[in-house]
């Protein structure tokens, strides 16, 4: 069983930064395909972006270009930095964990408002 605890949401000015972290316990972390979703309300959840036990990366073609999501094998952890942060980032964002037997696990998310 993974346990995932994300930290560094807020609120932000449109513009501005944050830097989100993800805590993975439970498992062996190198092994983990990690990722960020984040909902709206009233939106469907969605991912924003991953990086793999290789850590080869995708993203939301909207966060392209402001946003970067890393790992760090050694402390377990995953980051998304957030740059350019625009209104429509606003949303509860979530790591993910994935592991070799597809189990999906999830944190308990946290807030990130961009205000315009």
């Known amino acids: 069983q993974v346990q995932l605890v994300e930290s560094g949401g807020g609120l932000v000015q449109a513009g501005g930064s944050l830097r989100l972290s993800c805590l993975a316990s439970?498992?062996?972390?190198?092994?983990?395909?990690m990722g960020w979703y984040r909902q709206a309300p009233g939106r469907q959840r969605e991912l924003v972006g991953r990086?793999?036990?290789?850590?080869?990366?995708i993203y939301l073609e909207a966060v392209k270009g402001r946003f970067a999501i890393s790992r760090d094998n050694a402390k377990n952890e995953t980051y998304l930095q957030m740059t350019s942060l625009k209104p429509e980032d606003t949303a509860v964002y979530y790591c993910?964990?994935?592991?070799?037997?597809?189990?999906?696990?999830w944190g308990q998310g946290t807030q990130v408002t961009v205000s315009s």
């Open positions: 993910n964990a994935v592991d070799q037997k597809r189990n999906a696990f």
């Open positions: 439970g498992s062996i972390f190198s092994n983990l395909n």
């Open positions: 990086v793999n036990r290789f850590s080869s990366t």
